[in-house]
């Protein structure tokens, strides 16, 4: 039997190292050890959101930058600090403790000592505590607390100036008195998102739009009922250049946000649909066929009443089962043949037929 020589006893240990390596690869890594409460708390950064000790890191930027807000009704009061106004406030603070605005400022005072809290947005405090049934030595958020709507309005814009609240001066809210706390709730806790008064935007809305709110029980209707859109998708309560306060320029560009297959542009365009998507359909719930305004064929006879087709007048007997049948007021009706009815890109279709 051969010896191997010096040169293939090196190539068989290199090839037996390379194999042992893959081995070593291939074998399960142990698995870490699971971390302790402590050790998770180590790698975190550290928070101090209780008001209480030595301040860590900066205030959260908007809140760090509150001021004590200006009552013209209290001009010599002074600030006291959220302590006085929680002496006789306990509730409320148990409230507002579980809010957004609470957190921003308690965090904003234990970085800046002497920030305030809640005298950001009620004003100094002085004169209230020594004669607290008088009315307006506090801003008072609500109808009936003597605060004039506009000193309200003006003590929320101080943060929240700007944005979505540029068009708030002359809107149809701010024209018939509104102020920010018929919709808004900022000492509780009520809505997911929003500081809303009540639990969801729509039902906010609801509170005065009633009227509108009743047109989404129409068997046609947007999905707004089943949560899957809020009025705010289409509206700007705060204010807009529109008249129903629509968060775009017009009617139409405000549905192209969802309904961006209509926009267009066509090679032979529907006239009415281009002008207005209201000349055919109603925003929020209609009794009709994908929220038309009126049945097909009546509606488009409004406008093609004296070409091509007659404009007859269509009764049960033009039904399947009356003694004319009419093909005009079964099936689809008209769309039946002129199904692209928003527009067509088709060199055929003149008609819109496809």
Not at 282 to 301: D, E, R, Y
Request: glycine share 10%; net charge neutral.
């Amino acid at each position: 039997m051969l010896q191997p020589g010096p040169i293939l006893l090196r190539i068989l240990l290199a090839t037996a190292a390379v194999a042992g390596a893959g081995l070593a690869l291939l074998a399960p890594l142990p698995l870490p050890a699971q971390q302790s409460r402590d050790q998770l708390a180590d790698m975190l950064p550290a928070t101090n959101l209780s008001g209480e000790g030595k301040p860590i890191g900066d205030a959260p930027p908007g809140f760090a930058y509150a001021a004590v807000a200006h009552n013209p009704a209290a001009p010599d009061a002074k600030a006291v600090g959220e302590q006085v106004c929680t002496a006789c406030h306990a509730l409320e603070n148990d409230h507002f403790s579980h809010t957004l605005h609470a957190l921003g400022l308690r965090a904003a005072a234990a970085a800046t000592p002497g920030a305030p809290v809640c005298e950001a947005c009620h004003g100094p405090g002085s004169a209230h505590a020594a004669q607290p049934p008088e009315k307006g030595l506090i801003i008072g958020f609500t109808h009936g607390a003597g605060t004039p709507i506009e000193v309200q309005t003006q003590t929320c814009l101080a943060c929240h100036q700007g944005g979505a609240r540029d068009h708030w001066l002359g809107s149809v809210h701010q024209r018939n008195g509104l102020s920010c706390s018929d919709c808004h709730n900022p000492m509780g806790r009520v809505s997911p998102e929003g500081s809303m008064a009540r639990t969801s935007i729509n039902e906010t809305c609801a509170q005065c739009h009633r009227d509108i709110r009743a047109q989404f029980d129409r068997r046609s209707h947007m999905p707004l009922p089943e949560g899957q859109m809020t009025c705010a998708d289409c509206h700007n309560p705060h204010g807009s250049l529109t008249n129903p306060l629509l968060k775009t320029n017009s009617v139409n560009e405000t549905c192209y946000q969802c309904h961006a297959e209509k926009r267009g542009p066509f090679l032979f365009e529907h006239a009415p649909v281009r002008g207005s998507c209201l000349n055919c359909h109603t925003p929020h719930g209609s009794n009709q066929l994908s929220l038309l305004v009126a049945p097909v064929p009546f509606l488009c006879q409004q406008c093609h009443s004296h070409l091509r087709h007659p404009n007859d007048l269509q009764t049960p007997q033009s039904l399947a089962g009356g003694p004319h049948p009419d093909e005009r007021i079964m099936g689809r009706g008209c769309i039946t043949c002129h199904a692209q009815i928003h527009g067509s890109n088709n060199p055929s279709g003149p008609r819109l037929h496809k």
